[in-house]
């Protein structure tokens, strides 16, 4: 496929599904904010588009931008979005990126920010980019077709020890070391260069019991290999802290998350956020100082319901968090500056 918007058919179908839609246009709204009309919002991870079209078509007044590192998968969704004019702005780049230099944009502070950071159906189906372990092609796993890293290139060049560090860490894979001395052992006699290829290596490496169980007995190699070529787990720390500082005093920051490396540093940042002192536990008094820069709107993570579920199933491991910003923005940003 192109990579520019000549290559989009004008009546193309979205292959993605968007979860936890409805959650997200309830504690995302700008019905009945003192920013309601013409509210701000951006979206971090536009993909298709489709939490942004629900939203502008929800919400007249809203404006986004839309954020995506993959120009091709963008294409799409200026295609689905085209109807909605000079409302939608899109940015092509990594979020972190954008939102850490937001201000250099003479941007005004958002109101909504959302973070959906599942991987795109379009990804897996459309995208060729080996991300499915079922699939027959390159084993390349870029977001960004223009990154340099490549899941080929972790699999053909990391030294042993180092490849399973990297497939226990970003998925907890108990048989780590075993996938990862099958790799290396079958990229002595050639290189490794598509995801089939590198799902056999991976189904004959573990153990009988488990090429039966629940999931394939590659998703998690196939997951931890995508987390790291695309630095996800680096960016989101970043991005979040960028993502509050700019937000507008009220403003509200959702974010969706699939697995629980993603949901742990979102949980443990909005509790940050949401808590007045952060002094040990044996300090008698606070010493810190601090007050609480947001609160949270859900007293836990929201979660998909039995008919989501069943209709769109990526959903059963989405859970999504939102808080809402509670102090002017040079507070926030010594609050921002204080926590590591």
Not at 239 to 254: C, R
């Amino acid at each position: 496929m192109g990579m520019g918007e000549d290559f989009v058919s004008e009546d193309y179908l979205p292959v993605h599904r968007p979860v936890l839609l409805a959650e997200c246009l309830n504690y995302l709204s700008p019905a009945g904010e003192a920013y309601a009309h013409e509210a701000l919002m951006i979206d971090c991870t536009l993909g298709e588009g489709g939490h942004s079209e629900a939203f502008l078509t929800k919400y007249t007044d809203l404006r986004i931008i839309g954020l995506d590192a993959d120009p091709e998968i963008q294409a799409r969704a200026k295609v689905r979005l085209a109807a909605f004019g000079s409302r939608v702005t899109f940015h092509t780049g990594w979020f972190n990126d954008f939102l850490a230099n937001y201000f250099s944009g003479n941007y005004p502070p958002p109101n909504l920010i959302l973070f959906d950071l599942g991987v795109s159906v379009y990804h897996y189906e459309l995208s060729g980019r080996g991300f499915s372990f079922s699939a027959d092609e390159n084993l390349d796993m870029r977001l960004n077709p223009l990154s340099e890293a490549t899941a080929a290139g972790l699999v053909n060049r990391l030294p042993e020890t180092e490849l399973a560090d990297v497939i226990f860490r970003f998925a907890d894979e108990q048989y780590s070391r075993r996938i990862a001395r099958a790799i290396t052992e079958r990229r002595k006699s050639a290189a490794i260069r598509t995801a089939a290829e590198l799902a056999e290596i991976v189904y004959q490496a573990v153990p009988a019991v488990y090429r039966h169980g629940g999931i394939h007995p590659a998703t998690r190699t196939f997951q931890a290999l995508r987390i790291a070529v695309n630095a996800e787990l680096a960016r989101l720390f970043p991005a979040l802290q960028s993502a509050f500082e700019i937000l507008s005093p009220g403003g509200k920051l959702g974010v969706i998350s699939f697995h629980s490396l993603e949901d742990r540093v979102v949980k443990n940042y909005f509790r940050s956020l949401c808590r007045d002192c952060v002094c040990p536990p044996g300090e008698p008094i606070c010493i810190c100082g601090r007050k609480r820069v947001a609160e949270g709107l859900a007293k836990k993570s929201v979660t998909a319901g039995e008919a989501e579920v069943r209709a769109n199933p990526p959903s059963r491991s989405a859970r999504l968090r939102v808080v809402r910003k509670l102090e002017n923005e040079n507070a926030a940003r010594k609050r921002f500056a204080s926590i590591k």
